[in-house]
């Protein structure tokens, strides 16, 4: 054979072994999550999630990334541009999303929205200091409240509180949580409105450092607002937690869900699953929030979206949910 012929033969073997090794090699899909602000608290859990998903990235070819985002609005408009996998926003912007009402109106309802599981519960915190004399919702009439900042997911949860109290709050500042924080402390104000997951670094401060007392949030107007809103859940500040707080202190608030696409596939959901279900403790080591999520409540606290087909087979197959 002459030296052409031959190398033309050689180079044909390598370039068939070449191309066959690629068509066997598994294909890596990227799984985006979009969570909040960094320093936030859905930055951290999304990224637990994923970082126990890319563990078994050898037996899945799945490749969790987590993208850093400024909140709820942004995650289901990229979800629903199909630019994000998953998101994780609160039940109330769920139920907004399924509506198509308020800062969705223009887009309409996200009929392909679907709920994967319901995390942790962002509990409706109110805190007075000790000298302001309040030890009931009634007794915020006349005092200085903050609600939070104007168009603010806060400002809006403790509005809904204010009202079914029938409460006449007036807010005109309305201040970020943190520098509320400051000014309770100060003396600035006598309660402040916050939404938060528990245990809080925030909470802890300020009933360390100047007495500030968790007030409940309940009564008959709250039971009220509960029965008329699904995506609100009954929750509890736990005893102990916080100095001065030696008793459960009931309140509202909502769910931190995490939330998917009816058209991604149904083996990258069921991963998922995988992860929340069998892999808690994991998660738990990876941070503490996981282990306040009810196992009984995963699939439907909260909820407004339908399920996602694979989360209602891990949840029928595991026993937890009622979807």
Same mark, same amino acid.
């Given at each position: 054979?002459?030296?052409?012929?031959?190398?033309?033969? !050689?180079?044909? #073997?390598?370039?068939?072994?070449? +191309?066959?090794?690629?068509?066997?090699?598994?294909?890596?899909?990227?799984?985006?999550?979009?969570? =909040?602000?960094?320093?936030? !608290?859905?930055?951290?859990?999304?990224?637990? &999630?994923? $970082?126990?998903?890319?563990?078994?990235?050898? /037996?899945?070819?799945?490749?969790?990334?987590?993208?850093?985002?400024?909140?709820?609005?942004?995650?289901?408009?990229?979800? /629903?541009?199909?630019?994000?996998?998953?998101?994780?926003?609160?039940?109330?912007?769920?139920? %907004?999303?399924?509506? =198509?009402?308020?800062?969705?109106?223009?887009?309409?309802?996200?009929?392909?929205?679907?709920?994967?599981?319901?995390?942790?519960?962002?509990?409706?915190?109110?805190?007075?200091?000790?000298?302001?004399?309040?030890?009931?919702?009634?007794?915020?009439?006349? @005092?200085?409240?903050?609600?939070?900042?104007?168009?603010?997911?806060?400002?809006?949860?403790?509005?809904?509180?204010?009202?079914?109290?029938?409460?006449? &709050?007036?807010?005109?500042?309305?201040?970020?949580?943190?520098?509320?924080?400051?000014?309770?402390?100060?003396?600035?104000?006598?309660? %402040?409105?916050?939404?938060? +997951?528990?245990?809080?670094?925030?909470?802890?401060?300020?009933?360390?450092?100047?007495? %500030?007392?968790?007030?409940?949030?309940?009564?008959?107007?709250?039971? *009220?607002?509960?029965?008329? /809103?699904?995506?609100?859940?009954?929750?509890? #500040?736990?005893?102990?937690?916080?100095?001065?707080?030696?008793?459960?202190?009931?309140? #509202?608030?909502?769910?931190?869900?995490?939330?998917?696409?009816?058209?991604?596939?149904?083996?990258?959901?069921?991963?998922?699953?995988?992860?929340?279900?069998?892999? /808690?403790?994991?998660?738990?080591?990876?941070?503490?929030?996981?282990?306040?999520?009810?196992?009984? +409540?995963?699939?439907? $606290?909260?909820?407004?979206?339908? !399920?996602?087909?694979?989360?209602? *087979?891990?949840?029928?197959?595991?026993?937890?949910? @009622?979807?």
């Amino acid at each position: 054979m002459k030296p052409l012929l031959r190398f033309a033969s !050689l180079l044909a #073997i390598i370039l068939a072994f070449t +191309g066959s090794a690629q068509a066997q090699a598994p294909t890596t899909k990227s799984l985006v999550i979009a969570s =909040g602000v960094v320093t936030g !608290l859905y930055y951290p859990v999304a990224g637990a &999630i994923c $970082r126990q998903v890319n563990q078994e990235k050898a /037996r899945h070819s799945l490749h969790c990334l987590v993208e850093a985002t400024e909140g709820p609005v942004q995650n289901l408009t990229a979800l /629903r541009a199909r630019e994000v996998d998953l998101a994780v926003v609160q039940s109330d912007w769920q139920a %907004a999303a399924v509506r =198509g009402d308020g800062r969705f109106s223009s887009a309409g309802p996200f009929k392909e929205l679907r709920a994967v599981a319901s995390l942790h519960a962002e509990t409706v915190t109110l805190l007075v200091r000790p000298d302001a004399e309040i030890d009931d919702l009634s007794k915020l009439t006349g @005092k200085r409240v903050n609600l939070g900042p104007r168009g603010s997911a806060l400002r809006n949860l403790s509005q809904q509180v204010v009202d079914a109290a029938g409460l006449r &709050i007036s807010d005109d500042a309305g201040q970020a949580p943190d520098a509320a924080l400051a000014a309770l402390c100060a003396g600035q104000l006598d309660a %402040a409105f916050f939404a938060v +997951g528990h245990p809080n670094a925030a909470v802890q401060q300020a009933t360390s450092t100047c007495g %500030a007392l968790a007030l409940p949030i309940a009564g008959p107007g709250i039971d *009220k607002l509960l029965a008329s /809103r699904k995506d609100l859940t009954r929750t509890s #500040i736990p005893a102990n937690l916080y100095p001065g707080v030696q008793e459960d202190v009931a309140t #509202i608030g909502v769910a931190a869900t995490l939330v998917t696409r009816a058209d991604v596939p149904d083996a990258v959901i069921a991963e998922i699953m995988r992860v929340l279900l069998e892999e /808690r403790p994991d998660l738990v080591d990876q941070h503490p929030v996981f282990s306040t999520v009810p196992a009984d +409540g995963m699939g439907d $606290r909260g909820r407004t979206a339908p !399920l996602h087909p694979a989360a209602e *087979k891990a949840f029928a197959a595991s026993g937890p949910a @009622k979807p």
